[in-house]
């Protein structure tokens, strides 16, 4: 079965930094992109970054550019979003997920062109 499990959430104040971290499994003999989204209560969730399975392509919205960036360790078998600069706003749950695909240069940013997603962690930020 596969399995993507984040971690790093917490609670950070206004400017902080923290690191996500998305451990999948079970993607073995495939390749696939990686994106983080991100939701709110009451929102929609919406993407915030995207990563190709070769890491040469990446991917921001608006919204976290020049804060976030998203790297991944294909050794490592994990996926990283370091998120500094943080704001209120970006209070959500955020959900790492995988987009299979044939190619390594790949990457999109709609939710459901993603084929697995993780359970969530939550990121509080005070101000």
């Known amino acids: 079965q596969v399995q993507l499990v984040e971690s790093g959430g917490g609670l950070v104040q206004a400017g902080g930094s923290l690191r996500l971290s998305c451990a999948p499994s079970?993607?073995?003999?495939?390749?696939?992109?990686m994106g983080w989204f991100r939701q709110a209560p009451g929102k929609e969730r919406e993407f915030a970054s995207g990563i190709s399975w070769s890491g040469d392509v990446t991917y921001y919205a608006d919204s976290v550019k020049g804060r976030f960036t998203i790297s991944r360790d294909n050794a490592k078998n994990t996926v990283y979003l370091q998120m500094n600069s943080l704001k209120p706003e970006d209070t959500a749950v955020y959900y790492c997920a995988a987009d299979l695909t044939f190619s390594s240069s790949v990457v999109r940013a709609h939710s459901y062109e993603y084929d697995y997603w993780g359970q969530g962690t939550q990121v509080t930020v005070s101000s």
């Open positions: 079970g993607l073995t003999s495939r390749l696939y992109a």
